[in-house]
């Protein structure tokens, strides 16, 4: 081992501005195109909701039984990824997508740091 490596973890290139601000155009463009998006799988849903009420109930009641459970249990597993979407945009986890990325690097330099003078102490 080289006596510049055990100085200390390399240290990682200047870092980007972690949230650039997007351009009024940039937002305009992502606001319609969630909107969009939102819409046409929402109609879609609703349209696959109007579609098994309607086979619910001309087919009889072992019809709804049989689809009942399933829906019931999508309708609630979306609802909470729903609230954790909620939850993760309001407590503005979605704010800085780069910091862990650079957090994740620092730390591994640290880790290999500490390994390095671990293997020269007990080589040295």
Not at 4 to 33: I, N, Q
Request: charged share 15%; with cysteine; hydrophobic share 50%.
């Amino acid at each position: 081992m080289s006596a510049t490596h055990l100085k200390g973890p390399r240290p990682l290139p200047p870092a980007p501005d972690a949230y650039a601000e997007p351009s009024p155009r940039a937002r305009v463009f992502l606001w319609m195109f969630s909107v969009a998006m939102i819409l046409t799988a929402g109609s879609a849903f609703v349209l696959k909701l109007i579609e098994f009420f309607a086979t619910a109930t001309r087919s009889g009641s072992d019809a709804l039984a049989s689809f009942l459970i399933p829906v019931l249990n999508y309708l609630i597993v979306a609802a909470g990824f729903f609230c954790l979407f909620l939850w993760a945009y309001f407590s503005g986890q979605f704010r800085d997508v780069e910091g862990p990325k650079l957090r994740m690097l620092e730390m591994q330099s640290e880790i290999d740091h500490q390994e390095a003078l671990r293997e020269a102490a007990t080589h040295g």
